[in-house]
């Protein structure tokens, strides 16, 4: 198999090299025009990526800044797009779910590649570092995602890979800015040019050179530069509806990451693993949901280094305080499960502690509080997903509505 590999390494957030071959990404080059029945899009910078896709800064016809999610060759994008045509036939569009605004189709030497356009969605993680000192819009953010999934629910529609690194900020003022100063606010691209250690089979399958992506959040926080940004309240929205399916429809198997999988879908992974697993449900999604959450007002995962194994189920299990019936045979033929203390008790030690590390005497959030919000996501953790609570139940939990930062 032939593996290509540059001269000049680049970070982490840069994606690999050997993405760039036929069925995978499209080379792109900053200053790019792609033209699409009557609309123009030029590429200004790059915003990230993920598995099957980048994503980067565009400016359209209309001089509206957009995002442009160019999908690898080899993926199959008709799938999220017949989802979000699905969600605009049935009026009102959710406000906390991301919307299309178009998608088009662009041939490159590495194949055939749907484009979809999105507004621009800030990171959610640079939205909380940012604001994190007075822990401010968290509990609101924590509400729009349950609303956004709750929507999703009530349209038929599995989300399926619900975490934070697919959950955007709105920025409904970044149009009031000009070119010039959003992009000179970054001054020059950090950019590795692309020199092969050895000669590719196809050269013009590479981009020209690799480009780390920019967090928008970072230029609009800046209260002097805009005062209506820095203060009005921040809005979540729930993205990548790639991997979403119809509910009672549809059965592809779960991809949903370790660290916020439900543990009904998880037991598969672990227990079968050639199999080609479970489907994503509502109540897995609220699983999810839950360690979202979590994540969003402590700053760390509910479940640290998650990978499909003994030591995930033996996590969830200790903060559920109990073993599913179904899991019985498996857990007692497991040394290291079947030796472990799963009770009620044990449960109740674990969030005690847990709570111990987000509160600080004097200070936000107060105990009362975090209490409260622990035995929402309990309720929503329950092991048994048929006693899990519904989001559009979760949305209307009283902690929501609670006065100030969490």
């Known amino acids: 198999m032939f593996r290509l590999s540059i001269i000049w390494r680049v970070d982490d957030d840069v994606e690999r090299i050997e993405h760039y071959t036929s069925g995978g990404f499209h080379p792109i080059n900053i200053g790019d025009i792609f033209f699409f029945a009557r609309q123009k899009y030029r590429i200004l910078h790059k915003l990230g990526r993920g598995a ?18 160019i999908c690898s060759a080899d993926s199959d994008p008709t799938h999220e797009i017949d989802i979000f045509e699905r969600l605009a036939r049935h009026p009102p569009v959710p406000e906390n779910v991301v919307k299309l605004l178009d998608h088009f189709t662009l041939q490159g030497p590495n194949g055939t590649h749907t484009v979809l356009v999105h507004d621009v969605l800030g990171s959610l993680s640079d939205a909380i570092d940012t604001f994190r000192p007075g822990r401010k819009h968290v509990r609101k953010l924590c509400r729009d995602i349950t609303m956004g999934l709750a929507a999703l629910h009530e349209q038929g529609i599995v989300h399926g890979d619900l975490h934070s690194g697919n959950v955007g900020i709105a920025l409904p003022t970044l149009n009031n800015h000009s070119l010039a100063n959003l992009l000179d606010h970054y001054n020059q691209p950090d950019a590795t040019v692309v020199l092969p250690t050895k000669d590719p089979e196809n050269p013009g399958a590479l981009p020209h050179y690799l480009v780390s992506p920019i967090s928008v959040i970072d230029y609009l926080a800046e209260k002097e530069k805009d005062p209506p940004f820095f203060d009005m309240p921040l809005q979540a929205q729930i993205m990548d509806l790639g991997n979403a399916i119809i509910a009672d429809e549809q059965a592809f198997p779960a991809c949903t990451p370790a660290a916020v999988c439900a543990p009904e879908i998880m037991f598969g992974r672990v227990v079968h693993p050639e199999e080609s697993g479970s489907p994503s449900t509502r109540a897995s ?11 969003i007002v402590s700053g760390a995962s509910l479940f640290h280094f998650a990978s499909p194994n003994n030591t995930l189920l033996g996590k969830m299990a200790t903060i559920c305080g109990e073993i599913p019936d179904e899991w019985r045979s498996y857990w007692e033929s497991q040394d290291k499960l079947r ?7 044990v449960a109740e030690a674990e969030w005690k502690l847990r709570l111990s590390f987000l509160i600080e005497p004097g200070s936000m959030p107060t105990e009362d509080d975090i209490k409260e919000l622990f035995a929402m996501l309990r309720s929503m953790l329950a092991i048994d997903p048929a006693r899990r609570p519904s989001a559009a139940e979760v949305a209307k939990h009283p902690w929501f509505e609670r006065e100030g930062p969490v």
Do not use: G, H
């Open 52 to 69: 099957f896709s980048t994503v980067w800064l565009a400016r359209s016809r209309s001089e509206q800044f957009v995002a442009l999610k």
């Open 285 to 295: 999604d609220v699983w999810s949901l839950a360690c979202t959450i979590y994540e």
């Open 339 to 345: 030796n472990m203390d799963i009770s009620p008790e």
